[in-house]
């Protein structure tokens, strides 16, 4: 125990009230939680039968899903004309999701890796949702390029092969380095899904009954036992895999923008299209986070001790921050397009705004930055449903971004000509609900039968309070 004189003499004032300050922080796991019960919590939820709600919910997500498998197969045995596209939009709501879905699944990783490795300990009750959702936002992603292709049988062209086979790849060719991208962003994000996964598998297979389960779970955990030297190699792959993540984040938001960045298309091909994709990956990604977790402690009142109204706080305010680095980046886009003095770029920005789309514009720019101003307000970043309300919003407004990007440059090209209005049919419209169905049901499934809060992280926090109340000269309450 470190009394108060040996604290003063130690550090001088301003360290000393740092240290206080530091002290007074608002805890990250309510009502003084101990390690029982935050393995009872968490656990309660793949042990104990589903409640209503969340059958209701499942029905509804499968309901959606059900859009994706027929509109495969009726997309297949007819042929792309069921599709909107049309000359000059070859590419329409196909790849306007994809782009959606990847910017979403970007900031699962990035949460968990960037978090990680900046030692911030409120990641440690929402990494695991966020990491799921990132695998569940690539497999919705990886939908639309596998059937933009037109002939799905020669999918095979985009990986690589032997050159016995005689296929020459298109390195020129933006769905080749999208699927290196997306594939080995996809691989690296299991990776380190499954690794923070193995510590909490193994705890519920040391609490399962049924023999069928501890075995699978036995398997899933690969013997985990929790030796010093398991946890010792536990931290450092974690740690790896979390700095691999985090160049991936970059990097895959990066190829995917420079899709669009590298023509000489108006309204596309702009330098700041990288950073704004990272910036919109992060902004998107949070939102979704929010939409997930806010319903999931509203369902499970136990997690509100750990989901506590600090981690919303600061989502929240990440939303705030990068919110308005996308407001900067459309400003910067219009501003480029009026110094440019050229009159296809400026009428590209024009008709974004007043054209025949111009709804579209308005949702982008009021829901991705005026929107986010709210959360200047104390009380409504306290007020978890008006949190989730927003975003809510947010994730409708990024849609709308990536349809202003994609569609509106389309429709009206250098020649009048040859202008035309894109109109999604049915086939557009239900692939996208059935990917929406598709990613929440996995994320519901996911609850049932894997730990949705990271057990052993979660602990760390206890331990830390408790540690830091000893050394506290008035044994404030302390959570890192």
């Known amino acids: 125990m470190i009394s108060k004189s040996t604290l003063s003499g130690r550090l001088s004032e301003e360290q000393k009230e740092r240290v206080l300050q530091e002290l007074k922080r608002e805890p990250l796991v309510l009502n003084d939680r101990n390690y029982g019960w935050i393995t009872d919590a968490v656990c309660s939820i793949v042990e104990e039968p589903a409640k209503p709600q969340w059958w209701i919910a499942l029905v509804i997500a499968l309901v959606l899903s059900i859009f994706l498998p027929v509109t495969i197969v009726y997309f297949i045995s007819t042929g792309l004309g069921v599709w909107g596209l049309n000359s000059p939009v070859f590419w329409g709501l196909a790849i306007l999701n994809f782009v959606f879905w990847i910017e979403i699944g970007h900031a699962g990783t990035l949460i968990s890796a960037i978090l990680l490795l900046t030692r911030q300990k409120w990641r440690n009750s929402i990494n695991r949702a966020a990491e799921a959702m990132t695998i569940f936002s690539v497999l919705c992603a990886a939908v639309f390029p596998l059937f933009h292709i037109g002939r799905q049988w020669m999918f095979w062209y985009l990986v690589p092969v032997p050159e016995s ?11 080749l380095w999208d699927e290196f991208a997306v594939g080995t962003y996809f691989t690296v994000s299991c990776l380190f899904w499954y690794f923070g ?41 974690y740690l790896c895999l979390g700095g691999i993540a985090t160049v991936l984040v970059v ?14 298309l108006p309204g596309w091909h702009e330098t700041i ?149 894109y109109y999604p049919t049915w086939v557009d419209i239900g692939l996208f609900v059935g990917t929406v169905g598709f990613f929440f049901l996995l994320f519901l499934l996911f609850t049932r039968f894997f730990p949705v809060i990271a057990i052993s992280e979660v602990k760390t926090l206890v331990y830390e309070k408790e540690r830091k109340e000893k050394e506290s000269p008035e044994g404030g309450a302390y959570e890192g």
Request: hydrophobic residues 50%; proline residues 5%.
């Open 165 to 175: 086979y005689a296929v020459w790849q298109n390195f020129r060719a933006a769905l």
């Open 197 to 237: 996964l193995i510590p909490d598998i193994a705890v519920l297979r040391d609490r399962a009954e049924k023999r069928w389960k501890k075995r699978l779970y036995h398997v899933l955990c690969w013997g985990w036992s929790g030796s010093a030297a398991q946890w010792h190699n536990y931290e450092l792959g």
């Open 251 to 264: 990097s895959v938001a990066s190829v995917v923008s420079t899709d669009f960045a590298t023509t000489i």
């Open 273 to 421: 299209f990288p950073p704004d994709f990272i910036t919109g990956a992060i902004f998107s990604g949070f939102a979704m986070i929010a939409t997930l977790l806010i319903p999931l402690r509203a369902l499970y009142p136990q997690l509100k001790d750990l989901i506590t109204p600090k981690h919303i706080d600061n989502m929240a305010r990440v939303m705030l921050a990068t919110g308005s680095m996308v407001g900067y980046s459309y400003i910067i886009e219009l501003f480029n397009a009026w110094y440019s003095a050229n009159v296809y770029e400026r009428y590209v920005f024009w008709n974004r705004i007043f054209g025949p789309y111009g709804i579209a514009y308005f949702l982008m720019f009021g829901f991705n930055v005026l929107l986010p101003q709210l959360f200047w307000l104390k009380r409504i970043r306290l007020s978890p449903w008006t949190v989730f309300i927003l975003s809510l919003m947010i994730n409708v407004g990024m849609w709308a971004e990536r349809f202003v990007i994609v569609i509106t440059a389309l429709s009206r090209d250098f020649l009048p000509g040859s202008w035309r209005m």
